[in-house]
């Protein structure tokens, strides 16, 4: 039997097994975030159109990311669950795995992705001033592909290894690069204060396609280190590239079914994206930066959806099914609480975060009535957050599949297209729809969590009720 939210909260020791697994992840998601801040913010001192232009991509970028974050996670299960276990043999094969899957998708998306670049802004109905810089800014990022493959997949096996630390190390090191390459390769040389001292400050003046430099030197950095860092971890070490049928299948059983769910979510975005490019340049740059601004608010749900992962895969492995259930109740109130606190920052000063980005007062506007309406759907998502990461860690993934693709495309994109084409309406229209899916995709995952079905496979079920 589950025990009382209260009983959860005042659980010592529960409470600092999480905060140990999680305060890094929660670090580096927010160093992730701070550089999306720096990075808008110096496209954004370019004007309204080099915000549109790199926001464009953005969603595209989400989508390309989806199946790798996906087959991740799913090498994630596979090693949490072999741990819990105690089967070091069934983790070395995985994390052989995870090594074959680097080399094999770096240069199917490589090759995918730079053939899409040229035309991505038409598919999407960008304006003609943006469609250069959007298809430079993702051509470049999309570049070293293989690298960022390393960095996603090899940091997983860190994390599944129970090493959340170094993986946020790594990402501190590609931050301080990408700002200080966009610092250098955004703005021409400028006069600038330093302490009432003024200094002459170097830039090459690239604009767009400087922030795009900056983004993939800072990916073949992150690829690079993610790969000696996993090369440290006895079980990856001893593992060889090479197809094993029974641990690959147990990889992409849980990593397909989510990259599926992630794949149609992300594509989703796509076309949410084009539908909002229909409202004009302002809308799209308001709603690009509102999304980044958003992204502080997120921080401490994704911080712990990998220690969701990792410990509900733990605990399933080795057939705890009460810790598993106190444990995913407990991650569930952390974040809930954090999210609902930072959540009231957002609703009281929305003008605030979006003047962070830009000068032009039309998008701040814009983008401060957007956030104020997203704020109140925060601490539902924070739900939504944390039991994508208990279901992927205990393999239950198909269910999350199909709620996904009725709220992103039975709610969300349908009400979207229905406000613009229909009923004529704006960009604050089209976020309440946004929030129509969270809600939604809130109401399903959690009943699904409050029944049993998604415990069915534990190896020892009954006995630790």
Known sequence: MARSPLFLLRDRGMQRHILRLAWPTITETALQTVVQYVDTA?????????????GLSATTTWLVNAPLWAVSTGILACISQARGAGDRERMIKA??????????????????????????????GAETAIRRDAALYFGIICAPMLFRVSGIIFSAVLRAAGDTKTPMWIHLGMNLMNIVLNTLLIMPTREISFFGIGLRLWGAGLGVPGAAIATASSFVFGGIGMFLAAWRVEECRSARAVYDRAAMRACLSIGMPLAAERMISM?????????????????????????TAEQAFYVPGYGMQTAASTLAG??????????????????????????????????LFPAFFMRIFTPDEDVIALGARVL???????????????????????????????FSLFSMWGVRLCLTALCVFRLGL???AVWCCMVADNLT???????????????????IASNNL
């Open 426 to 428: 704006g960009l604050e």
């Open 42 to 54: 110096q496209v954004g001192q370019l004007g309204a159109a080099a915000s549109a232009a790199v």
């Open 267 to 291: 594509f989703g975005q796509v076309v949410f994206t084009a539908l909002i490019a229909r409202l004009g340049m302002v809308a799209v740059a308001a709603h690009s930066i509102a999304i």
């Open 314 to 347: 733990f605990h399933y492995g080795a057939g705890d099914e009460k810790r598993l259930t106190d444990y995913s109740a407990s991650l569930l109130l952390l974040a809930v609480i954090l999210m609902s606190a930072l959540s009231l920052f957002l609703f």
């Open 441 to 459: 995709r809130f109401f399903l995952l959690f009943s699904r969590f409050c029944g049993r079905r998604w415990k069915r496979g534990l190896p």
């Open 95 to 124: 994390a052989g795995q995870a090594k074959l899957l680097v080399w094999i998708l770096g240069v199917v998306m490589t090759v995918l992705t730079l053939s899409i670049s040229p035309h991505l802004p038409d598919w999407l």
């Open 372 to 402: 104020r309406i997203v704020s109140v759907s925060e601490p539902f998502f924070a739900v939504v957050i944390i039991l994508e990461g208990v279901f992927s860690g205990v393999g239950d993934v198909r269910a999350p599949l199909l």
